[in-house]
């Protein structure tokens, strides 16, 4: 049985917890991470789900995403996160996220980083996921646009690929 912390709309930890799977209380929200890796080729790796996994299965997806069970912070989250999905070991404890998106049953913390990690060292995890690749924005434009990629805002995709260069909402030049 996996439980999630759950917390307020301002984000501070209520004490309380919840099973996966069950409804949310009124006014009660969880936290979910995700990863996306940037290579310095320019290109996003992402994976592909597992047919049987539920919400948007077989899709391709950014790196790595997931909740975080009770007990762990965003960073904790991610760290755990990346591992079981990719086999990759990263500290966070220096990153924060690039952001924060407020979703209806939560918060979503995504982190961007780099990192040139050949496909053939990875160590997919077979109940999450079943391939992964490198692709650029106009294969993830493509992916997206014949439904084969969870339906992301395309403006979403172009932040994490515009955030390999510059972090910050505007430009300085």
């Not at 310095?40 to 790196?63: C, H, T």
Request: aromatic share 12%; net charge negative; charged share 30%.
């Amino acid at each position: 049985m996996e439980l999630f912390d759950l917390y307020d709309d301002e984000r501070n930890f209520t004490g309380e917890t919840i099973e996966r799977g069950k409804p949310l209380p009124e006014s009660r929200y969880h936290l979910v991470i995700h990863i996306c890796i940037l290579g310095s080729d320019g290109k996003m790796l992402i994976q592909q789900r597992q047919p049987f996994k539920k919400g948007f299965p077989d899709k391709w997806d950014i790196s790595v995403g997931g909740s975080a069970v009770a007990g762990e912070n965003s960073r904790q989250a991610a760290s755990r996160e990346l591992y079981e999905e990719l086999g990759i070991r990263h500290d966070f404890s220096h990153d924060r996220p690039m952001l924060t998106v407020h979703f209806e049953r939560g918060f979503d913390d995504v982190y961007v980083i780099h990192k040139d990690i050949p496909i053939s060292e990875l160590k997919l995890q077979p109940e999450e996921v079943q391939a992964a690749k490198w692709a650029d924005r106009d294969e993830i434009y493509s992916l997206i646009d014949s439904g084969a990629f969870i339906p992301y805002y395309k403006s979403f995709i172009d932040m994490l690929f515009n955030y390999r260069i510059k972090r910050g909402n505007f430009s300085k030049e």
